[in-house]
């Protein structure tokens, strides 16, 4: 009664985030009893559907469900980008929900291309990009989200700016959320299927993750930045590393670093391009509280304080609850990293992971060819746009300029947000950049996500080198060219090299001529925290639209447009085993996400499923005759894979594809499964699958098999009927049961294939309902 009374007091005194936080945890507490928790682990359980399902069924002692357990949990908010908003939000739509069931933003970034400079490449995008825009902002309208404009900021600086707080749950449809993990939030990138499913209200499933530790001891040097750790350690982890697993920072170094800096660290942790890691997250420490206090949110300080001065239930003190790990907790594995003797690192090219020390960057530049010349060199984007970034930028080009020296490479400076931007133009820094003849882009992503119109003349097919501080740099990721070598660093060392114009400057070490022919060698860089009068808030016309969700709105798309298109609801399953099914092509060799709906210019019709579904499996390799993206109807005839599906779907034709191994790997494209389902695909039957891809065709109502013996493989042909034997009984039975494959061939041959599948109880019942979105708007 005591225990109960006391967080009585508690939910009296906290806001209802953290009143449902600190109930959840004591309840966590009470299943666990003593077992240690690391700070994710009381965030993520905190957020539990219903704790005993998850951590009492699941365990014996709390600790092996790590790596096994489905959690089923309860984000707080979903935050999405431009790009993969147009299908979240067409598939919320087609739930017929007045409003999500929790808070949710829109943030329009990643269609602007950078070019001449913010306002004209800004006014452009805009006009490029009109009619995606407008149906974005008339969803926010109708549904109640908040909206941020073209300009306004690019999501992950955004999200930290106003959402983050800690000990949230968030979801963001963009692989590099965790940036938010600095401020102590668990953030996860999603895709807009999983988005969707928060936004309806249902548990949200992630398989409960590994914990792996990073020690941080010292203090940064001069010339080294928070940057500099993450480069490190994704050279240490490589790019499947953090598979599983949420990446825990703790020990004294954490104390020495910068909010933002924290956040960057987190930001290149994503799921799953750098080192594949579920979130990554660090303690709140005091330059948490500072940020807070800078963006204006001195409140949230006060909720954290008495948040982690409440005793909970008395005597144990890990009852209370601390935004950092128990002591004593431990962790699937540690990482050790001395910040003292860590040094700058420039990653690269073409992947995050290969780490080069500053001081080895020279000689292997010259061992390995690579230009010597550096092209560009582009700082700023969601990873490293701080005032502590900028500012320390801005020192170096204090010191050039008082040398006489200008950039010998072209160099562009992406803001994360309106108001870094406005805040650093009232302070003078970006007076300081443009008189370095540095280009300010809008405030959005730009060169580092492919929007960039190079001015520099470098054709596609040139070798060239650039250094940005961004945060991926897989070929073509800046300028469409697959032969830009693009080289990761902190802001500084682009900076600096970029003044020397050459990949083989070392700026702690060399030297430049001035044009007075001095030698000239740059000081250490040094910058603030934060500004010292609070952030400026920018431009009007770029703050957030937000509003109570208004059911009178129509949301904007026009019957004839080429990249919106309203989503109907797929039908539900058929009350009886699938017959009549015709096997549309057999695909042979690797089948990626990509190869079942490529990017690139495709890109452009995320949100019209009908135009996106023209290049279904358009580089699949037809097992039969060998060749690219061909399929042949019932009477002989040669079309493109796609073409078929569409011919089929016409004729009421349902049908399914066959193929080998690890289908669907590569990145948890949505559409993947969305195109073929829309074509009429039932099945797909493989020797195996992509953990991920085959959950993402269960929740679009497609239904995954795999061989019992890969042999079969060569016993189905393209064009057989097939019809499926215990399939419908093993749904209802809730996943249990065994399903076979009959298939006839022209010649009246029936074949009898056993097949596994890994369909749960719930999944059973998204596929009966048609969809997992079908069946869990229903259940609200
Ligand atoms: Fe993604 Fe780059 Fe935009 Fe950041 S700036 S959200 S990494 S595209």
């Excluded at 009296?12 to 004591?26: D, I, M, W």
């Excluded at 999200?159 to 996860?188: F, K, Q, R, W």
């Excluded at 950049?433 to 959005?444: T, Y």
């Amino acid at each position: 009664a005591s225990t109960a009374r006391r967080h009585l007091s508690t939910a009296q005194s906290l806001p209802p985030t953290y009143e449902k936080l600190f109930n959840k945890y004591s309840e966590v507490r009470r299943v666990l009893g003593k077992q240690r928790l690391t700070l994710a682990e009381k965030i993520l359980y905190g957020h539990l559907h219903n704790v005993e399902e998850s951590l009492l069924n699941n365990t014996d002692n709390g600790r092996s469900i790590r790596g096994r357990a489905n959690l089923r949990l309860n984000p707080d908010r979903v935050n999405m980008q431009d790009a993969s908003a147009q299908m979240a939000l067409l598939q919320f739509m087609s739930c017929n929900l007045a409003r999500p069931a929790i808070p949710a933003s829109i943030h329009c970034d990643h269609l602007i291309v950078g070019y001449k400079g913010a306002e004209g490449d800004l006014e452009a995008g805009i006009q490029t990009n009109k009619e995606v825009f407008e149906f974005l902002e008339s969803a926010a309208r109708k549904y109640g989200m908040d909206f941020w404009p073209p300009g306004a900021g690019i999501i992950h600086q955004t999200v930290l700016e106003n959402y983050a707080l800690p000990g949230l749950m968030m979801l963001g449809t963009d692989s590099h959320s965790p940036n938010a993990g600095g401020l102590t939030t668990i953030t996860i990138g999603v895709g807009g299927a999983d988005a969707v499913e928060a936004l309806v209200g249902a548990p949200w499933e992630l398989k409960a993750p590994k914990i792996l530790g990073v020690e941080l001891t010292g203090k940064l040097n001069d010339w080294v930045s928070p940057k500099d750790v993450i480069l490190r350690l994704a050279g240490e982890l490589t790019v499947r590393g953090g598979t599983g697993s949420i990446i825990e920072y703790f020990g004294s170094g954490v104390e020495t670093l910068s909010l933002t800096g924290k956040s960057t660290i987190c930001n290149m942790f994503s799921q799953p391009a750098e080192v594949g890691a579920t979130t990554s997250i660090f303690p709140y420490t005091d330059s948490s509280a500072r940020y807070l206090e800078a963006t204006s949110r001195s409140q949230a300080v006060r909720n954290i304080e008495t948040l982690q001065k409440f005793p909970g239930s008395g005597a144990d003190k890990d009852a209370y609850f601390r935004f950092s790990a128990d002591e004593g907790a431990e962790y699937d594995q540690v990482i050790r990293i001395d910040l003292s003797t860590l040094e700058p690192h420039i990653n690269g090219p073409f992947t995050p992971d290969l780490a080069i020390p500053l001081s080895k960057f020279k000689e292997t530049v010259k061992d390995q060819q690579w230009p010597e010349k550096l092209s560009a060199g582009l700082i700023g984007s969601c990873t490293n746009s701080s005032y502590e970034d900028m500012t320390r930028v801005e020192s170096l080009l204090k010191q050039a300029a008082a040398a006489g020296l200008k950039p010998s490479a072209d160099f562009y400076i992406t803001p994360g947000s309106e108001q870094i931007r406005a805040t650093l133009e009232r302070d003078g820094t970006l007076k300081t950049f443009e008189g370095a003849g540095g280009i300010v882009l809008s405030n959005a992503c730009g060169p580092c996500i492919g929007q960039w119109k190079r001015k520099d003349g470098v054709e596609k097919g040139t070798p060239n080198a650039i250094l940005t501080s961004y945060n991926r740099n897989f070929r073509g990721r800046n300028d469409g060219n697959p032969d830009t070598m693009n080289f990761l660093a902190s802001p500084e060392i682009v900076t600096a090299m970029a003044f020397a114009g050459s990949t083989t400057f070392n700026p702690m070490t060399d030297v430049i001529k001035t044009p007075d022919g001095k030698d000239f060698r740059f000081s250490a860089p040094h910058g603030l925290e934060g500004p010292e009068t609070p952030f400026e808030p920018g431009s009007e016309s770029l703050r957030v639209l937000s509003q109570e969700a208004d059911a009178n709105t129509q949301v904007a798309i026009s019957p004839t447009s080429e990249r919106l298109a309203f989503l109907d609801p797929f039908p539900p399953f058929p009350g009886s085993d699938l017959s009549g099914l015709r096997v549309l092509v057999k695909i042979t060799g690797k089948c990626t996400t990509d190869t079942i709906s490529a990017a690139g210019p495709w890109l452009k019709y995320k949100g019209h499923l009908p135009n996106i579904s023209t290049n279904t499996l358009n580089t699949a390799i037809n097992a039969e005759t060998g060749e690219v993206n061909a399929a042949y109807d019932l009477d002989g005839s040669k079309h493109t894979i796609p073409d078929l599906g569409q011919l089929w779907k016409d004729r009421g034709q349902e049908w399914l594809v066959v193929a080998e191994h690890n289908y669907g790997e590569g990145s948890a494209r949505e559409h993947a499964a969305l195109q073929p389902r829309y074509l009429g695909a039932r099945i797909v039957l493989v020797k195996s699958f992509a953990r991920i891809h085959e959950t993402n065709l269960k929740k679009q109502g497609v239904v995954p098999l795999t061989f019992e013996n890969e042999a079969d493989f060569d016993k189905i042909a393209a064009g057989d009927q097939v019809a499926t034997v215990g399939l419908y009984e093993m749904l209802q039975n809730g996943g249990k049961g065994t399903v076979q494959v009959k298939v006839t061939k022209d010649s009246g041959e029936e074949i009898l294939i056993p097949t596994k599948h890994a369909v749960t109880k719930d999944q059973a019942g998204f596929i009966l309902a048609g969809s997992a979105l079908n069946l869990l708007s229903k259940g609200l």
